[in-house]
């Protein structure tokens, strides 16, 4: 029985640990929706107000360089990174980096519905390729800054060339305000409001540097592009794009959300702090982990370790060495199990990675509770396995 071993006299304030949509920031409340332009036009002068506020926002607290067109799209960060490619894929080789499920999804667009041949650089859950083989010089290339579904994350943009030919786009959906994004070294970067910001889902961001632009006003794709993903009109970009005048219909709602979101975080340190919560949420995990037996981190290198979703496995011999199916059900129980105390919310790993625990440490959570959460882990963790 549960009741045989004690229950931790701490919990987090807020069980919501979930890696997407992910926990909104601390106070927030439905008036913090109530400049909303409901029943509105969002082609209408103040909801396009309002969507350039949104974009200007963006600018400001991510500080994005002044050369860079940010636009609102379709999709979340999958239409983000999907219109990019197949906008600006095709002139010249291509490298598709993944090491997890998502990334993979790029690897599917480009090899099997846009017949690019590219190379493909795939490690398994846990891992990066190796940044030193990546032809950036020659080649346009794909990737995930932070694997959400892994905790993997490359550490910085060092092994990108500067005088690089390609373009590089980067999926930044889990790493946007919580990591320190290399610009200069990046020509695509896209994001959703419903990671590292708390926001609502089916938006997501495009933000594109000058080489991208370039690339845009300088060559037609040979597939047909399907609406949601045209960005020129007669080879000349459509600058309305980045000015709040959306290809389809936003969510007014859901704008309002995201831009309440920015005002909390510039209000509250701005980008600075909301790495340094990120940071300071991943430490707590780091130092319990270093004095507990049965949990290790699923990233390899602690320099890859993501500072978002931090992805953990089981290290007990006892649960380990089972087959995978066994490794599941028991990851399942301690996570079912931490949800029906009300402690944590949603913290299975992702469906396609390995068996093990998935613990959101965006900016909006608050890192007393990851704290908080620890010796919860270790409850759980020795409750499922009395019963075993």
């Given at each position: 029985?549960?009741?045989?071993?004690?229950?931790?006299?701490?919990?987090?304030?807020?069980?919501?640990?979930?890696?997407?949509?992910?926990?909104?920031?601390?106070?927030?409340?439905?008036?913090?929706?109530?400049?909303?332009?409901?029943?509105?036009?969002?082609?209408?002068?103040?909801?396009?107000?309002?969507?350039?506020?949104?974009?200007?926002?963006?600018?400001?607290?991510?500080?994005?360089?002044?050369?860079?067109?940010?636009?609102?799209?379709?999709?979340?960060?999958?239409?983000?990174?999907?219109?990019?490619?197949?906008?600006?894929?095709?002139?010249?080789?291509?490298?598709?980096?993944?090491?997890?499920?998502?990334?993979?999804?790029?690897?599917?667009?480009?090899?099997?519905?846009?017949?690019?041949?590219?190379?493909?650089?795939?490690?398994?859950?846990?891992?990066?390729?190796?940044?030193?083989?990546?032809?950036?010089?020659?080649?346009?290339?794909?990737?995930?800054?932070?694997?959400?579904?892994?905790?993997?994350?490359?550490?910085?943009?060092?092994?990108?060339?500067?005088?690089?030919?390609?373009?590089?786009?980067?999926?930044?959906?889990?790493?946007?305000?919580?990591?320190?994004?290399?610009?200069?070294?990046?020509?695509?970067?896209?994001?959703?409001?419903?990671?590292?910001?708390?926001?609502?889902?089916?938006?997501?961001?495009?933000?594109?540097?000058?080489?991208?632009?370039?690339?845009?006003?300088?060559?037609?794709?040979?597939?047909?592009?399907?609406?949601?993903?045209?960005?020129?009109?007669?080879?000349?970009?459509?600058?309305?794009?980045?000015?709040?005048?959306?290809?389809?219909?936003?969510?007014?709602?859901?704008?309002?959300?995201?831009?309440?979101?920015?005002?909390?975080?510039?209000?509250?340190?701005?980008?600075?702090?909301?790495?340094?919560?990120?940071?300071?949420?991943?430490?707590?995990?780091?130092?319990?982990?270093?004095?507990?037996?049965?949990?290790?981190?699923?990233?390899?290198?602690?320099?890859?370790?993501?500072?978002?979703?931090?992805?953990?496995?089981?290290?007990?011999?006892?649960?380990?060495?089972?087959?995978?199916?066994?490794?599941?059900?028991?990851?399942?129980?301690?996570?079912?199990?931490?949800?029906?105390?009300?402690?944590?919310?949603?913290?299975?790993s992702y469906k396609t990675a390995p068996p093990g625990l998935r613990i959101w440490c965006g900016g909006t959570v608050e890192p007393t509770d990851v704290k908080a959460l620890t010796p919860w882990l270790d409850w759980a963790f020795e409750t499922v396995m009395a019963q075993h």
């Amino acid at each position: 029985m549960t009741s045989e071993i004690a229950k931790p006299k701490k919990r987090p304030s807020d069980p919501r640990f979930s890696s997407g949509p992910t926990r909104k920031r601390s106070g927030w409340n439905f008036g913090a929706l109530a400049n909303s332009l409901l029943g509105r036009s969002h082609r209408s002068a103040p909801a396009r107000a309002r969507l350039k506020l949104a974009i200007d926002l963006t600018r400001e607290v991510l500080q994005v360089p002044s050369e860079f067109r940010i636009a609102i799209v379709a999709g979340s960060d999958t239409g983000a990174v999907e219109m990019a490619m197949w906008s600006l894929l095709g002139p010249l080789p291509v490298t598709i980096m993944a090491w997890e499920n998502f990334g993979k999804d790029w690897v599917i667009d480009a090899a099997e519905q846009l017949k690019l041949n590219p190379t493909i650089m795939v490690t398994p859950y846990g891992m990066l390729p190796k940044l030193s083989e990546v032809d950036t010089q020659t080649n346009d290339v794909v990737f995930t800054w932070n694997g959400t579904a892994a905790g993997v994350r490359v550490p910085n943009g060092d092994w990108i060339d500067p005088n690089r030919q390609g373009l590089t786009i980067c999926d930044a959906t889990s790493a946007a305000f919580a990591q320190a994004l290399d610009w200069s070294k990046l020509d695509v970067v896209t994001y959703s409001w419903q990671k590292v910001l708390g926001g609502e889902a089916a938006h997501g961001m495009l933000l594109l540097g000058p080489r991208a632009v370039e690339r845009l006003e300088s060559y037609q794709p040979a597939w047909p592009m399907p609406k949601l993903f045209r960005m020129t009109e007669n080879g000349v970009l459509t600058e309305g794009l980045f000015q709040g005048e959306t290809i389809n219909t936003p969510s007014m709602l859901a704008v309002e959300d995201y831009i309440d979101a920015l005002n909390w975080v510039r209000s509250n340190g701005g980008l600075a702090t909301m790495q340094a919560r990120s940071n300071d949420s991943l430490k707590h995990i780091e130092e319990w982990a270093e004095r507990t037996t049965w949990v290790d981190f699923l990233a390899v290198d602690p320099l890859s370790r993501s500072n978002t979703g931090v992805c953990l496995r089981i290290a007990d011999p006892r649960v380990a060495n089972l087959p995978l199916q066994d490794q599941a059900r028991v990851t399942q129980a301690i996570a079912s199990l931490l949800d029906k105390e009300g402690v944590a919310y949603d913290i299975a790993s992702y469906k396609t990675a390995p068996p093990g625990l998935r613990i959101w440490c965006g900016g909006t959570v608050e890192p007393t509770d990851v704290k908080a959460l620890t010796p919860w882990l270790d409850w759980a963790f020795e409750t499922v396995m009395a019963q075993h």
